[in-house]
């Protein structure tokens, strides 16, 4: 770790270590004063003008500096050779960085490649049956096959499948820890641990010392949902983690997919509620690939404005796609129309096999035709 990381890390720790400063906050500030030494000097009255901070968290930011623990923290992460990941760096994931709770920090083992833009998610029980861990094993494995990184969580059952699925097909794959690097939980992923830390990466937000708690790893699952195109729930029960992944995912406008299951199996009470209320009944990896066909290979604009039967107003809402799936309202906004407006020339499209409906009122370019 160089002079100018351990310098940067030492300063957003102390400034994220200060009382009421959470991930929002810390990123409200930042982009308002520029950097985070320029928070860090500002005045009460200055920390005081900006929305949502109120005059005892400026007085906070101004007395509860402490740059000796911070640079102590800085001096263990550097010992254990951690890689650090800042929320303006090139190499952050640019999925990730568009959710409201970003993380500013992120550590991480292995290696991030260009590719691990194209992501899914997949997650699950932790008491999974040998069927749902099959399904997500060869379900991985099949995305990995095509290209795809699977994101997971490497908790026991379903996420740990998912995992081993990617890996042994020659794939890559991304675990999202509830817990510091250091700390590999549950222990007896030991060894698959060290196998992602080869062939993919493992993530953390949390600093050294930081063990599983109840929070932790339920935070944690925003990251998984928000590096994600998509997010598979295999098997879950009423109160499964894998249901708040679920419910981060819709937040985070991706798509949601659930593996039915027998109604009368408690591993399957949280998919079936999933697809009643809206998620995509997933029974392979064509059902990942109708709804989210990019994942296949870019699918770029610029091939479908040279059609001769598009208007300008259907080029335009062609480009505002080109990226990622949009929601109506979105398009809407960005285009300046009224939603009806919108509905008519996305018709028009769909008609003419360029714009495809997702869930949830989402749009998104279909695969390309010669």
């Not at 030492?10 to 985070?36: C, D, H, N, W, Y």
């Not at 800085?74 to 970003?102: C, H, M, T």
């Not at 944690?220 to 949902?225: A, G, P, T, V, Y």
């Not at 505002?320 to 300046?336: C, F, G, T, V, W």
């Amino acid at each position: 770790m160089n002079a100018e990381v351990k310098k940067r890390l030492t300063e957003a720790i102390t400034l994220l270590s200060v009382p009421g400063i959470g991930r929002g906050r810390f990123l409200t500030l930042v982009r308002k004063f520029g950097s985070v030494p320029a928070v860090l000097s500002a005045s009460v009255s200055q920390l005081e003008s900006i929305s949502g901070i109120s005059k005892g968290l400026a007085s906070n930011i101004r007395e509860c500096q402490d740059q000796a623990a911070a640079r102590k923290m800085v001096a263990e992460i550097a010992k254990r050779e951690w890689q650090v990941l800042f929320w303006d760096s090139p190499e952050y994931p640019k999925a990730l960085g568009n959710i409201s709770d970003a993380p500013p920090i992120l550590f991480f083992n292995g290696q991030l490649i260009a590719t691990d833009e194209r992501m899914i998610a997949i997650v699950g029980t932790r008491h999974a049956t040998e069927k749902g861990k099959m399904f997500a094993y060869n379900l991985a494995s099949e995305l990995a096959r095509s290209g795809v990184t699977v994101v997971s969580g490497m908790a026991e059952g379903i996420d740990s499948a998912a995992h081993r699925g990617a890996l042994d097909a020659g794939g890559r794959t991304v675990a999202v820890w509830g817990t510091s690097l250091e700390i590999i939980f549950p222990p007896l992923n030991r060894q698959l641990a060290g196998k992602i830390a080869q062939q993919g990466t493992i993530l953390s937000e949390y600093l050294p010392g930081t063990r599983p708690d109840k929070a932790t790893f339920p935070d944690r699952n925003r990251i998984i949902s928000g590096l994600s195109a998509g997010v598979v729930v295999v098997e879950a029960g009423e109160k499964s983690g894998a249901l708040i992944t679920a419910d981060c995912a819709l937040d985070q406008n991706r798509s949601l997919f659930a593996v039915p299951g027998s109604p009368g199996s408690k591993t399957s009470l949280g998919c079936n509620r999933l697809i009643k209320k809206g998620a995509r009944l997933l029974t392979g990896v064509e059902d990942i690939f109708e709804e989210l066909p990019y994942l296949k290979g870019q699918v770029a604009a610029r091939e479908f404005v040279r059609r001769p039967d598009m208007t300008k107003t259907e080029i335009e809402l062609v480009s505002l796609l080109s990226e990622k799936p949009l929601q109506i309202d979105q398009l809407s906004r960005a285009a300046n129309m009224s939603v009806a407006e919108v509905m008519e020339f996305l018709l028009a499209l769909e008609l003419k096999g360029i714009v495809q409906e997702l869930s949830g009122k989402r749009f998104t370019l279909a695969e390309q035709r010669s």
